[in-house]
């Protein structure tokens, strides 16, 4: 088995290279998602949140208020770190059981945002970077996401730079081209995962 971890700056395409290697056939997992996850109804996940931001934070339908957490737990570092640690070890417990049923040969690519920023490049075989100018990224979040300038200048103000993330890359995948560009690059990068994922 192969662990790639996967990152990349918000606009820089990460989900599109997820996608692609997925058709490939690499098992992925995603971080956020698992995240989401283990906060959804029914889990001992939101039970604990609840417990510890108070049942204000549900919305009416008993899932959790995204927007209102975010407004609490963004203006507190305290706070973020009293959420970091409910959640993180619950998606570190589903990451390493969805691992443990990938094959001995899979490729499992961990699609982890804040790779760089918390320092996790040693948790993984190899770290992919993708890659795209602040123009590009700036860009996309306004045209594609539909963002304010401001709002997206922030977003990306809170992340690694592009150089912290490049710093600890071991292939980088450049996506300030087109899709094909894209495309070919990610068909290139994933021969060199799966002669790696081999036994030898």
Same mark, same amino acid.
């Given at each position: 088995? +192969?662990?790639?971890?996967?990152?990349?700056?918000?606009?820089?395409?990460?989900s599109?290279?997820?996608?692609?290697?997925?058709?490939?056939?690499?098992?992925?997992?995603?971080?956020?998602?698992?995240?989401?996850?283990?906060?959804?109804?029914?889990?001992?996940?939101?039970?604990?949140?609840?417990?510890?931001?108070?049942?204000?934070?549900?919305?009416?339908?008993?899932?959790?208020?995204?927007?209102?957490?975010?407004?609490?737990?963004?203006?507190?570092?305290a706070?973020?770190?009293?959420?970091?640690?409910?959640?993180?070890?619950?998606?570190?417990?589903?990451?390493?059981?969805?691992?443990?049923?990938?094959?001995?040969?899979?490729?499992?690519?961990?699609?982890?945002?804040?790779?760089?920023?918390?320092r996790?490049?040693?948790?993984?075989? +190899?770290?992919?970077?993708?890659?795209?100018?602040?123009?590009?990224?700036?860009?996309?979040?306004?045209?594609?996401?539909?963002?304010?300038e401001?709002?997206?200048?922030?977003?990306?103000?809170?992340?690694?730079?592009?150089?912290?993330?490049?710093?600890?890359?071991? +292939?980088?995948?450049?996506?300030?081209?087109?899709?094909?560009?894209?495309?070919?690059?990610?068909?290139?990068v994933?021969?060199?995962?799966?002669?790696?994922?081999?036994?030898?």
């Open positions: 088995m +192969l662990k790639v971890g996967l990152t990349g700056g918000i606009g820089a395409g990460k599109e290279v997820s996608r692609l290697f997925v058709s490939y056939g690499a098992v992925l997992i995603d971080a956020d998602r698992i995240a989401r996850e283990v906060v959804e109804p029914g889990t001992p996940g939101l039970d604990a949140v609840v417990e510890a931001f108070g049942p204000e934070i549900l919305a009416a339908d008993g899932t959790l208020d995204r927007p209102k957490l975010g407004s609490i737990v963004f203006a507190d570092e706070r973020r770190a009293e959420l970091n640690a409910i959640v993180h070890p619950l998606v570190g417990a589903r990451s390493a059981e969805l691992e443990a049923a990938a094959g001995a040969d899979a490729v499992v690519v961990h699609d982890v945002p804040l790779l760089a920023e918390n996790l490049a040693p948790l993984y075989d +190899l770290v992919v970077v993708v890659d795209a100018s602040p123009e590009t990224q700036l860009d996309r979040l306004v045209r594609l996401r539909g963002m304010n401001s709002d997206a200048r922030a977003r990306m103000a809170a992340q690694a730079t592009r150089e912290e993330r490049r710093a600890i890359a071991d +292939l980088v995948i450049d996506n300030d081209g087109p899709l094909e560009a894209l495309e070919r690059q990610v068909r290139e994933w021969a060199i995962l799966e002669e790696r994922a081999r036994p030898s």
